[in-house]
């Protein structure tokens, strides 16, 4: 069986796993402070609070300024949202090195966002969530190894 690695603080081990680590990325010329604060203001992109999210300092008010739902969001959310994510993850691990070798040093782990406050992203705090954030870090993983080969 596999080893599993479980991340959720920022603190913790494995914490610049989180959405929330501050590891600053650029994404088609804009900066943005966490994938968090990306995963966010695209839930409005084009609009107006696209930009108002991407300035907020912290992670977790970009967080609720994303789920605050008198804001209009974009229809297609539901559809795209998964590669919102992984177009994050990507650009965030791959714009530092140190994230990369941390990532491709987890070997063949499953890696799990360990937490009851979610059940799409994280596993729910029991397995029984999707653990998509999970899954994306594991595709992102195979991918930088498979790039290391060629």
């Known amino acids: 069986m596999a080893e599993r690695i479980n991340f959720y603080r920022t603190g913790d081990a494995y914490g610049e796993f989180s959405n929330f680590a501050a590891f600053p990325f650029t994404i088609d010329g804009k900066e943005w402070r966490t994938t968090e604060h990306y995963f966010q203001a695209q839930k409005f992109a084009g609009t107006e609070f696209e930009e108002e999210i991407r300035a907020i300092p912290s992670p977790m008010i970009a967080a609720r300024a994303g789920r605050d739902r008198k804001k209009p969001l974009r229809p297609d959310w539901e559809t795209v949202k998964d590669d919102v994510m992984r177009e994050a993850v990507r650009a965030k691990f791959t714009q530092h ?3 990369t070798e941390l990532l491709l040093s987890t070997g063949d782990a499953e890696i799990v966002e360990h937490t009851t406050n979610d059940s799409y992203w994280a596993d729910g705090g029991d397995g029984s969530g999707k653990n998509m954030l999970g899954i994306i870090l594991m595709e ?8 290391k080969l060629q």
């Not at 992102?140 to 790039?147: I, N, V």
């Open 97 to 99: 090195p140190k994230l």
């Open 140 to 147: 992102l993983r195979e991918e930088l190894r498979q790039k």
